[in-house]
């Protein structure tokens, strides 16, 4: 998916876009949940997040979603992390 796509999208349902996000490489986030819904799309680097007993990585172009109160954790790799996020409350 492409980045206009994607923006595109998180309007039409109600997302709010909380622009383009950037983590370090090997940035490591212990299990911690958020108080809204996230949803994601890598635009360079990737990301582990383990949650619900599985363990998804999301390369560029992925698109990862989030449910409010989903505990996780997080680990970026080598490259570290661009990405862009929106948030629906």
Do not use: Q, S, W
């Amino acid at each position: 998916m492409d980045r206009a796509t994607f923006e595109a999208e998180l309007a039409r349902d109600g997302f709010e876009a909380a622009g383009v996000k950037t983590l370090e490489p090997h940035c490591h986030n212990d299990a911690h949940a958020h108080d809204f819904e996230v949803r994601a799309m890598v635009i360079e680097g990737e990301i582990t997040l383990t949650y619900d007993g599985k363990t998804e990585t999301c390369r560029p172009g992925d698109v990862l979603t989030m449910a409010k109160g989903c505990e996780h954790t997080e680990d970026v790799g080598a490259d570290g992390l661009k990405f862009v996020v929106g948030r629906k409350y």
